[in-house]
């Protein structure tokens, strides 16, 4: 079962002025140690900022509370699967809202399609709820 949807669209002209003027008080603030890593050694590196800045407002948007109610920007992160595959790593008052969503004997997913094509960078995100075992 769907348990919310999310999508944003952002400029990475925006994102890239943010890096300008605020460097790491603007990317510590917003993302996590492993996002700044991953994001620093890309060759486009304000895309793949922006790729996730998108992903966690559309984060924010299906767990149906924004950027409110204890849902902090470096409580959702995006991580890879082992087959590369993208998804959110979810903890403090995300986490917290995506337990409380979650049906007892389900179990959540959350699915993330991240794309770019500049100077716009755009995510979807669905949380998933299937029956455990």
Request: aromatic fraction near 8%; charged fraction near 25%; glycine fraction near 10%.
């Amino acid at each position: 079962m769907i348990l919310g949807i999310g999508s944003d669209l952002c400029d990475i002209r925006r994102i890239e002025r943010s890096l300008d003027r605020f460097g790491e008080r603007f990317t510590h603030r917003i993302f996590t140690e492993g996002e700044r890593t991953k994001s620093d050694r890309r060759a486009t590196r304000a895309a793949s900022y922006a790729r996730r800045f998108a992903a966690k407002e559309a984060c924010s948007k299906a767990l149906g509370t924004g950027m409110s109610h204890g849902v902090f920007w470096r409580d959702m992160e995006v991580v890879n699967l082992p087959g590369g595959r993208p998804t959110m790593r979810l903890t403090g008052g995300a986490a917290a809202r995506l337990k409380a969503m979650t049906p007892a004997g389900f179990e959540a997913f959350v699915h993330v399609s991240l794309t770019d094509d500049p100077p716009l960078a755009q995510a979807f995100v669905v949380i998933e709820a299937r029956p455990v075992g």
